[in-house]
T-cell receptor, first 113, second 115 residues
Framework: DTGVSQDPRHKITKRGQNVTFRCDPI?????LYWYRQTLGQGPEFLTY????????KSRLLSDRFSAERPKGSFSTLEIQRTEQGDSAMYLC???????????FGNGTRLTVT | KQEVTQIPAALSVPEGENLVLNCSFT??????LQWFRQDPGKGLTSLLL?????REQTSGRLNASLDKSSGRSTLYIAASQPGDSATYLC??????????????FGKGTKLTVNP
């Protein structure tokens, strides 16, 4: 169990640029989640995959956001035409089975200038 | 819509003190409740998971209770240590078979344990 890995840890970008984040879940975990956390708030659900299928998306996930999990292993989250309001910590988590604790990565902190 | 509230928002205690963190949720139809710890700039670490049929869970100096009917949970930390300083987050999973099991989080309680 090497834990959930996220890359990069920090990303600073200018408004209007596109960014992509990567998440490598724990290898045997078939469920993968993306959450977003802003300062002083709890994480908010963005989207969820079971294997390669994206099964649920939050209304927070505007059409500028897209997430993939092409082979049911790693996942990417892309934000197009970034805005200052996108500045946040983006957290990835995975889980092995129903009613099990969620394992989080250390997140990618995005700053849009 | 499920809402989770944590009180207090911040707590400062001297080392060795026992303390209680509170969590309340508006919809009692939950699948489970989880407590997490978050250190500054880091991800979340799972501390305890209480299934909806359970009343409490214990791990070392931590004890979490669940009263589903009243929509409340508490996290009890015994003999606090400076290393316990962190933000503690409570989250619930709505009961819906075949659903995503997404977590709804509170805003957390920032705990400082002073040596």
């Amino acid at each position: 169990d090497t834990g959930v890995s996220q890359d990069p840890r920090h990303k600073i970008t200018k408004r209007g640029q596109n960014v992509t984040f990567r998440c490598d879940p724990i290898s045997e975990h078939n469920r993968l989640y993306w959450y977003r956390q802003t300062l002083g708030q709890g994480p908010e659900f963005l989207t969820y995959f079971q294997n390669e299928a994206q099964l649920e998306k939050s209304r927070l996930l505007s059409d500028r956001f897209s997430a993939e999990r092409p082979k049911g292993s790693f996942s990417t989250l892309e934000i197009q035409r970034t805005e200052q309001g996108d500045s946040a910590m983006y957290l990835c988590a995975s889980i092995s089975s129903y009613n099990s604790p969620l394992h989080f990565g250390n997140g990618t902190r995005l700053t849009v200038t | 819509k499920q809402e989770v509230t944590q009180i207090p928002a911040a707590l400062s205690v001297p080392e060795g003190e026992n303390l209680v963190l509170n969590c309340s949720f508006t919809d009692s139809a939950i699948y489970n409740l989880q407590w997490f710890r978050q250190d500054p700039g880091k991800g979340l670490t799972s501390l305890l998971l209480i299934q909806s049929s359970q009343r409490e869970q214990t791990s070392g100096r931590l004890n979490a209770s669940l009263d589903k009917s009243s929509g409340r949970s508490t996290l009890y930390i015994a003999a606090s240590q400076p290393g316990d300083s962190a933000t503690y987050l409570c989250a619930v999973v709505a009961a819906s078979w075949g659903g995503s099991e997404k977590l709804v989080f509170g805003k957390g309680t920032k705990l400082t344990v002073n040596p």
